[in-house]
Structure formats: C-alpha cells, structure tokens
C-alpha cells in the first residue's frame, strides 16, 4: 500500500515510511492510496468474527505487501494478551445508551489499543535494528503512559514523552512518571498540550535534528493509531445488530472520530458521528460555523480533551476539498500566518453529511455523572460523560454507541468531587503508587527540549 501526503499527492510512501515518520515532510499528513470499501457479503463475513480476527482483516488492508497476514495475526494476539477482555473492548448496555469500554488496557485508555500493536511493529518493522529509534511524543495525559507501557525496555527504542506541566490529572501523572524503564524520559513543559505538540511537530520538521537523533513519532497523527481505532467501529456495529448506528464520541485531536470516519469510507452502514467536545471547543465551532480558530487553552475536568489544534482534521480537510492538495495547503498556510482558515458552505454542508458536534460544559460533565451513578449505579470518566452528554443532544439519530475512552479510576478525583465516592484501582493496573515519579521540568520552548534529548542520548 503506497501512501501521500494530504498537503503533496506527489509524493509516495510506503507502511513502513510513514509509520516510521508520522508526519509528513513539508507538514502534511499521510494518508493511503486506496481505502478498501466492503460491500455486503463481505461485511456480513467480516461480522463471523472475534476481535483479533477482526482487527487483522481490517489493519491487513493498510499494511499488505508488507506484513503477511498469520504474523500480523499473531502480533495482534500478541498485543491483546494484557487486556482484561480476550475480546479487547467490551459493550454495555447503560439504560439507553450501548457503551463501548474501550479502556481495559494496560493504561486503562483507549490509547492502549493501538499502543499495544505500534510497540510490537517497532520491532516487527526492525526500525531500530542498526540504530536507536528516538520517539518523541506529546500527550495530554493518556497517550504518554499507552506509549510507555507500549515501549518500555524495548531494544534500541528511547521514549521521550512531553506532558503539560500540572494540566493532567494525578493517576494519569503518576502512571505515566512509574511505569517505564530505563530508556523511559517524562518532560513536563511548562505550557499546555497545544505547546507540547507544536513542539514535537518543529523536532520533525528540523531534518537535521529529525535524522540526527533518528526520531520517530507515535502521535495520534501516526495513521497506524488510526487504523488499529477503527476496528472498534466495525465490532460493536456487528455486537449491536442493528441496520445503522451513530457514534458519539468524546474528542481532542480527532483521531479516534476519524477512525469512525474511515469505517464508514469502508462501507459500515454509520450514521453520524457525534464529535463531544468540552470548552475547548473548536471542533465544534469548525463544523457547525465553519471557522477554524484556536483559542488559548482552557483546562477543564477532561484534560485528555484540552487542545485547540485538532491535528487530524486535515485528514478530514482533504476529503472536504474533493482531495484537492493545493487547497489543503492553501488553508494550513492561511493557518499559520493567520491564525484561523474559513470553510465555505458547501464544506460545511458536506462535513455536515457525516458529522454533528456539540460543547457540553463541565457542569453539565459532572452532572451526568452523577446522574448515570444515581440511575444505574455505574461510574462514568468524564471524558466518557462527554460523549454521553453529546448523545443525550442527538436522541433523535436513533442507536448511538458512546466511545468509554477512560476507565474512571483515572480520573478519582474528579469522580470524588462528583460522587463523593473513592473508587478502587482494577486488578489489571500494574500500578507501584509508592514508586518514586520520574520526570523533569522544562520550558516551553523546541530549544531545551532539543537539549534536553541530546543530553540523555549521548
Ligand atoms: C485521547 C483522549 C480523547 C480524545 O481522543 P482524540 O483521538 O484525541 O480525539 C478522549 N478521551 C480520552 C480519555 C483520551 O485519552
């Protein structure tokens, strides 16, 4: 499978390039050539089976020619052997609501889905079979600790993982700053995780530091996350037996509602996708008025949800444009010299065919929580209260799946604070809360962390 960028057709890559780089020279994203579209028959085998039979069929269309199909297989077995369900997710009826758990990783996320499987391509790919892989990656709380779990103590792989400085919550903190190994570096920049990625995004596009320190990237702009979230489009579509659903879906950088995207490129019979923003809300705005504008940052009770750059919705751009690249890179331009890019109506209109979006409060968080508490004796994370929240606005869309995208424990205080309530840590959290944190703390700016990694790696 060849891929491009969105802001250069021209240019071609292959699997291995892209899952290596993440992002695109010149700025762009990648994507495939092809998408493969299901038509009934094939969707109706597709639905036979399990989990991990599943996520081979669909990743195996993005990778064929360069992984063969039983060893992705056992990779992806491989990869699933830590989560507390041998089906990985696991769908719940709450009430109205179908809730897809997405969060029974090792770091209790929906992270760990595709982090889980990147870890082991690091080594099935050999990347870093010469030379050390340096992977630099900027979270706002859940991404560091999958990608930690994912690469801790892996041969000639060092992790460099940057967090905003007191902008995340305490368990996700503490997971991320305890459970890696030595080739783990936690970086708290003093800034928001708008800061961090910006950051990140100027290390690979400097080539002479990107090949230096031989980098690598495992953000939600990598297309291998994408590819490995849309399998969990495709299996709870399936569980539900129902002729169309919807998906709600609580959203930062839109790279899980992407994946829904594609699923429904691929042929799954999706209705809308629901985008759940909080405050920080211009996803919602983008869609609904056409203005793309980053605000400052706002921290709120759903911190994995505080960004105002949504990188991937460039990927949706592209698509928006009738896959124009010349226009993709018109807006990204008008961007950065800017500071905001307009969509006319007919953009609108179209994104509009697939997409609904709204902004739910963090009062209005907190109060559903505690309102599926007091109703169904169910805790709830935040982040997934949004999603609830968006499809309580949407009830006339019909069946809508929520995405669970964090297990509530990582969010105790809050969940505290809502219900008064301590929540216990699941069995499968392999968390030491005496240990020692590990992480320095570091300006905002792409210098010192460029020192910083120099340091460490040399
Ligand atoms: C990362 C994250 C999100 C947002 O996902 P995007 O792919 O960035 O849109 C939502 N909820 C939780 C708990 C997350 O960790």
Redesign the pocket.
Known sequence: MNYFSTRDKSLKFSFKDIFLRGLAPGGGLFLPARIKKYNREELNNLSQLNYNELATEIIFNFCSGEIKKEELKSLIQTSYSRFKYKEVVNLKKIGEIDLLELYHGPTL???DIAMQVIGNLYDYLEVAKDKTVNVVVAT????GSAAIAALSNRKNINLFVLHPHNKISNIQRKIMTTIGGDNIYNIAIEGSFDDCQKIVKELFNDDSFRSKINMSGVN?INWARIICQIVYYFYSFFKLKKNKVSFS?????????YAGYVAKKMGLPINKLIVATNKNDILQRVINTGEYKPDTVKPTI?P??D?QV?S?FERLLYYILDEKDGKVELLMNDLSSKSFFNLEKKEIDKIKKDFEAVKVTDEETVSIIDEIYKEHKFVI?P?TATGVGAAKTFKNLGDIVVLG??HPYKFSDTIKKALGKNLNSPDHLKLNIDKKESFDIIGNSNSEVKKYILGKIQ
Do not use: E, R
């Not at 706002?140 to 991404?143: C, I, K, R, Y």
């Open positions: 996320a929906f992270k706002s709380g859940d991404t939600s879906v609580p959203t930062g950088n839109f790279g899980d509602i759903t994995s949800m960004i949504a991937n994370d982040h995208t964090a």
